[in-house]
């Protein structure tokens, strides 16, 4: 009992005298600052120090956003394209080769167009191959400067539309020539011009490749100098293939230009343009 009563009065004198030593902030002349004002102030003193705060250059650095195109079925058909490319590569090695001398030598001579005209099944394989790019790059600039109508449009058949559009002008074409040179018996002279036309195809078949896979994956920035690039090589084989025309038929226009002249709008200009005329059409309607 007595030892009860010694821890109840050492209870009482402890809170008396803790009660005593407390003294309210609010009752002093002066403020107290707290722990944390101390440490927000000498935080912002390091920051108002630090080096790269003394700076006057200001860096905006604003995100744009980035939206998400699907590109899959791009992707499978240009890499198909490539396979198809490197299958006609391995099936004969010499083929190109033999292309790239007639190419660059218009006078080419009866041997290297034999070489090339007998072998029939990579000539065939190499005409698929322009129809296939040409369609492409057809559909990116569809894509590029319609794209609002091309969006309506299930991707996969405007790309087979493309394609198929070229494949009938060339085979209504190759029918029209071989019809004409045995009508009025020029078969030689119907000959060396179907094989000129699908000679520079076959070339532009290759260069024009790289530049469909740029436009299919290459940023927006890229765009307008790509397509300046395609549009003057394409005008430049054109041009070849047009003065290779000319030579061949030298002989049989060679009293009146008139006649080529209407032979080129007839056979060159008017196809593209029926091709041209389908498309707006197309993309309008």
């Known amino acids: 009992m007595f030892k009860f009563v010694h821890l109840f009065l050492l209870c009482c004198i402890t809170n008396v005298f803790s009660a005593s030593a407390k003294i309210e902030a609010s009752s002093l002349p002066f403020a107290v600052p ?29 995100e744009s956003p980035r939206y998400f195109t699907n590109k899959t079925t791009d992707f499978y058909i240009l890499l198909a394209i ?30 290297s167009r034999e070489q090339l005209e007998t072998a029939g099944i990579s000539n065939l394989l190499m005409n698929l191959l322009f129809c296939m790019v040409g369609g492409m790059f057809m559909y990116y600039v569809v894509k590029i400067y319609s ?10 058949l405007l790309m087979l539309s493309m394609m198929g559009g070229l494949a009938v ?54 765009i307008g100098p790509i397509l300046i690039i395609a549009s003057i090589t394409i005008s430049l084989l054109f041009i070849s293939r047009y003065l290779r ?21 007839a056979s060159e200009i008017l196809p593209l343009a029926v091709l041209m005329k389908l498309l707006v059409r197309m993309l309008l309607y």
């Open 147 to 156: 794209p609002i109508t091309a969006s309506n449009i299930n991707p996969l």
């Open 245 to 265: 025309s000319w030579q061949v038929f030298s002989s049989f226009f060679q009293h009146s230009k008139f006649h080529f002249f209407t032979y080129l709008c």
């Open 34 to 62: 707290s722990v944390s004002a101390i440490t927000n102030k000498q935080y912002d003193s390091l920051l108002l120090q630090h080096p790269m705060m003394s700076s006057r250059v200001v860096i905006n650095a604003v």
């Open 82 to 111: 490539c396979v198809f490319l490197g299958i006609i590569r391995y099936m004969n090695a010499r083929y190109f080769d033999n292309l790239w001398a007639v190419f660059k030598s218009p006078s080419y001579s009866s041997a």
């Open 169 to 222: 002008i060339y085979s209504g074409k190759y029918i029209a020539v071989r019809f004409g040179g045995w009508a009025f018996r020029l078969d030689n002279i119907s000959d060396a011009y179907i094989f000129n036309i699908f000679l520079i195809n076959k070339v532009l078949a290759v260069i024009l490749l790289p530049f469909v896979l740029f436009l299919a994956f290459a940023d927006a920035v890229y």
